[in-house]
């Protein structure tokens, strides 16, 4: 299903003991593959609780490139304004880092 020059990487970060997501996961996750030639990110999904979640943070993420940090974190901040929105942006410069050690081996 995947290009051999894709890579799969999470970012995890904690929530809001209260929130639902902690609740159940006991933290939250971000799970990205991304294709290494391109950069860009051809699959995403969360750590939620409501269905509608995941599709919406997929939409901010799939077709985005992992060199576009700054814009990627600027529309979290922008358009999501779910209670995990802060572990969100940490789940993904998490996974950004990541990212870039990988990157940086090649």
Do not use: W
């Not at 051999?4 to 639902?20: E, L, Q």
């Not at 304004?81 to 940490?90: D, E, N, P, Y």
């Amino acid at each position: 299903m995947f290009h051999r020059s894709t890579v799969y990487i999470i970012g995890d970060s904690k929530t809001a003991s209260n929130n639902p997501i902690m609740q159940q996961f006991n933290a939250f996750f971000i799970a990205l593959v991304i294709d290494t030639n391109t950069h860009e990110i051809m699959e995403a999904e969360c750590s939620a609780t409501i269905s509608l979640t995941q599709k919406f943070v997929r939409s901010l993420f799939v077709g985005k490139k992992m060199t576009e940090h700054d814009q990627i974190m600027n529309e979290i901040e922008n358009r999501y304004f779910g209670s995990s929105q802060k572990a969100l942006m940490v789940a993904f410069k998490n996974a950004y880092i990541k990212y870039q050690q990988i990157i940086c081996k090649e």
